[in-house]
């Protein structure tokens, strides 16, 4: 099946998206689609550890998501710390870490245990990093390290020391940006990190991305120049 495959992007970020609307067409509650797009999950880490991608950041809540119905919320939440306590395991047999990256307040006291519970036992992982956002947004981790710099007294910045102030400096940017249902936009997510990252959108509900669905997105990533704004050499 995996034919050709090079030029493996080092991180590639996901905004998963389409879960209610997967559901509705089936006639289901949305938290069907938030269940069966944790399947897509599990499909996706697997599949990403495999080809050698090194990181891979999934946004899985986001600081606007608050405003669902609470129901909406409850579920994911409880969806959540269930799939994290339960998938540990899987986590470290597959050697992947687990990390976690957000805002802290406003999550429910189970769903913290559950993020620090996971963060520990995947710790020593080294095969591949996958990194959670949660009650993240690209401009409240902008404002988060505008803060902490004033705070430590710096009254002028480089891009390069801005960095170091962000929620996970270690994370490389990502290469490779996969949103899918069909919507074409950024959302808020990584907005300082995605400068230069390529990006891929197919119009496959989140339930069904699968591990063709992944290939494709790097097959479509393997064509790609990338400049960085310079010219690069015939
Ligand atoms: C977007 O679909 C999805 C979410 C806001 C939640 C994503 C959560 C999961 C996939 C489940 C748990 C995640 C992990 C990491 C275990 P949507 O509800 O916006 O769909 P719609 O646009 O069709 O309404």
């Known amino acids: 099946m995996i034919e050709n495959l090079y030029k493996i992007p080092n991180h590639v970020a996901i905004i998963m998206d389409g879960n209610g609307r997967w559901a509705k067409r089936r006639g289901l509650q949305r938290i069907e689609g938030h269940r069966e797009g944790t399947k897509a999950v599990e499909r996706t880490i697997k599949f990403a550890r495999n080809v050698g991608i090194k990181y891979l950041t999934l946004f899985a809540f986001s600081t606007e998501n608050w405003q669902r119905p609470p129901e909406e919320v409850n579920a994911i939440m409880s969806l959540l710390v269930e799939y994290i306590n339960q998938k540990i395991p899987l986590l470290i047999e597959n050697d992947v870490r687990l990390l976690f990256m ?78 899918t249902s069909g919507e074409k936009r950024i959302s808020n997510f990584l907005l300082w990190q995605l400068a230069y990252t390529e990006l891929y959108f197919t119009d496959t509900l989140w339930p069904d991305f699968d591990e063709d ?17 310079k010219v690069l050499d015939e």
């Open 102 to 179: 957000g805002r802290k307040e406003k999550l429910w006291d189970s769903v913290l245990k559950a993020m620090e519970k996971g963060e520990n036992e995947t710790a020593r992982c080294k095969s591949m990093t996958t990194i959670i956002t949660l009650n993240y947004s690209g401009r409240a981790e902008i404002v988060d390290t505008v803060n902490k710099i004033l705070k430590s007294g710096k009254k002028e910045i480089t891009e390069e020391e801005f960095k170091k102030f962000m929620y996970r400096p270690e994370i490389p940017e990502p290469d490779l940006l996969i949103r």
């Open 213 to 229: 669905e992944f290939l494709k997105a790097l097959y479509d990533y393997q064509s790609r120049e990338r400049r960085f704004g």
